[in-house]
């Protein structure tokens, strides 16, 4: 079974620091998919950035970034340049080929002004 | 619409009763998906539609709780003598077919049985 398991509840850092989440899985699967989830208040899930497992490459989206170890099964975000609108619940998730989403507990991240 | 919508916004029911949430994706994806939130937690996955058929419902807690896709469009979830441990938001999420496409989530509702 897949699990996701993010050990860090709550973080908080001042505006236009780096900040990095935290998160490990466990999977089986040979092929999957990790990402990381935004929701803010809104409760709307929005994709932040997402890693394929065969591509050693650590993916990219402007001030987001992951560091993907693949042996140690750790995916962290590395948020930089930190902005009051990066306040949000982030998710850690993963998707192998039955299509189920796992997610983990999350990390609520406060952006202080 | 552009994105995955869901109706009600919030819905409040009391202990006992039946409710439906509806979910509206995205035109032309023809995978849906449907996850519980509770307070705290991460989302969870209860059933997965591939057009009209639940090609997964291993995630629905137990025979109270049911799903439909007629159309292979808009989805209903039913959840019948609501208790109030049914509290929570539920997602839905749309995605252009199975196999690793990006799914595309709505606002959910957030259901209060009291």
């Known amino acids: 079974a897949q699990t996701v398991t993010q050990s860090q509840p709550e973080m908080s850092v001042q505006e236009a620091e780096t900040v990095t989440l935290s998160c490990t899985y466990d999977t089986s699967e040979s092929n999957y998919y990790l990402f990381w989830y935004k929701q803010p208040p809104s409760r709307q899930m929005i994709l932040v950035i997402r890693q394929e497992a065969y591509k050693q490459q650590n993916a990219t989206e402007n001030r987001f970034s992951v560091n993907f170890q693949k042996a140690a099964k750790s995916f962290s975000l590395k948020i930089s340049d930190s902005q009051l609108g990066d306040t949000a619940m982030y998710f850690c998730a993963s998707l192998n080929r039955d299509d189920k989403i796992i997610f983990g507990k999350g990390t609520r991240l406060h952006i202080l002004p | 619409g552009a994105g995955v919508s869901q109706t009600p916004s919030n819905k409040v029911t009391e202990k006992g009763k039946y409710v439906e949430l509806r979910c509206d994706p995205i035109?032309?994806?023809?995978?849906l998906y449907w996850y519980r939130q509770s307070l705290g937690q991460g989302p969870e996955f209860l059933i997965y539609f591939q057009g009209t058929g639940a090609a997964d419902d291993s995630g629905l807690p137990n025979d109270r709780f049911f799903a439909v896709r007629p159309e292979g469009s808009v989805s209903t979830l039913k959840i019948q003598r609501t208790e109030r441990g049914d509290s929570a938001v539920y997602l839905c999420?749309?995605?252009?077919?199975?196999?690793?496409?990006?799914?595309?989530f709505g606002p959910g509702t957030r259901l209060t049985v009291l």
């Open positions: 999420a749309s995605s252009l077919g199975a196999s690793y496409n990006e799914q595309f």
């Open positions: 035109s032309g994806h023809t995978a």
